[in-house]
T-cell receptor
C-alpha cells in the first residue's frame, strides 16, 4: 500500500476552515483514500472516503486532484469539538485491514 | 453506534501473567481486528480475523495470539505479559474488509498496564 505523509500537528481557531493535506505519491489504480477521526480516549471513527475529484458529506469534504498523489480533507468552520487526530489512509479495494500512520493532531482554540 | 463491546475496559496485571482481552460484536460483521495504540506510534495492527477460525497476523503480532470460535467474539491473549505490552488496545469490526464503501467501527478501547 502507498505510504502516506501528513503534517504531525495543526492549530486553528473556532470558525475557521481547516485543510489537512495528505501526500500519497505511490497510490495505485485500485487504491482509494479514507480519513478517520479520533477523539481523546476513543477509538477512531470514519469521516469520509473517495477515489477522485471531490466528495462531500455532512462532516467534511475531500478533494483529490486528477493525479491522485495527494488529497485534502477540508473541515468547514471548525469548533472546539473538532480537536482530534485525523488519519489519512490509502486503502486497497481488495484489502483486508486498515493500516494507520501517526495522523495529524488538530488543536482548535477559542 | 456499532455494537462493539470490549472487556475489560481497564486492567492492571503483573509481568509474566497471561491476559485475555475480549471483543464482542452484535453486528454479525465478518472482519474483526485488534490494534494497539502507543504514544508516538499511532495505531498498529496486531491480528485480524476474516471469519470463524480464520485469523492472520498484523504488524506487531509477536507476543500475542488470537482466537475466534464464534462470529461475535474475538479474543486477544498475551501469553506472558511484558511491560512493553502496556498500551491501549482497540478492537474494530468491518463487514467486508476494506472494500470501497466499507467503514470500520472501533470499540472504546481497553487500557492495559503491565507492572
Amino acid at each position: 500500500l502507498a505510504k502516506t505523509t501528513q503534517p504531525i500537528s495543526m492549530d486553528s481557531y473556532e470558525g475557521q476552515e481547516v485543510n489537512i493535506t495528505c501526500s500519497h505519491n505511490n497510490i495505485a489504480t485500485n487504491d482509494y483514500i479514507t480519513w478517520y477521526q479520533q477523539f481523546p480516549s476513543q477509538g477512531p471513527r470514519f469521516i469520509i472516503q473517495g477515489y477522485k475529484t471531490k466528495v462531500t458529506n455532512e462532516v467534511a469534504s475531500l478533494f483529490i486532484p486528477a493525479d491522485r498523489k495527494s488529497s485534502t480533507l477540508s473541515l468547514p468552520r471548525v469548533s472546539l469539538s473538532d480537536t482530534a487526530v485525523y488519519y489519512c489512509l490509502v486503502v486497497n479495494q481488495a484489502g483486508t485491514a486498515l493500516i494507520f500512520g501517526k495522523g495529524t493532531t488538530l488543536s482548535v482554540s477559542s | 453506534d456499532a455494537g462493539i463491546t470490549q472487556s475489560p475496559r481497564h486492567k492492571v496485571t503483573e509481568t509474566g501473567t497471561p491476559v485475555t482481552l475480549r471483543c464482542h460484536q452484535t453486528e454479525n460483521h465478518r472482519y474483526m481486528y485488534w490494534y494497539r495504540q502507543d504514544p508516538g506510534h499511532g495505531l498498529r495492527l496486531i491480528h485480524y480475523s476474516y471469519g470463524v477460525k480464520d485469523t492472520d497476523k498484523g504488524e506487531v503480532s509477536d507476543g500475542y495470539s488470537v482466537s475466534r470460535s464464534k462470529t461475535e467474539d474475538f479474543l486477544l491473549t498475551l501469553e506472558s505479559a511484558t511491560s512493553s505490552q502496556t498500551s491501549v488496545y482497540f478492537c474494530a469490526i468491518s463487514p467486508t474488509g476494506t472494500g470501497m464503501g466499507t467503514e470500520a467501527f472501533f470499540g472504546q478501547g481497553t487500557r492495559l498496564t503491565v507492572v
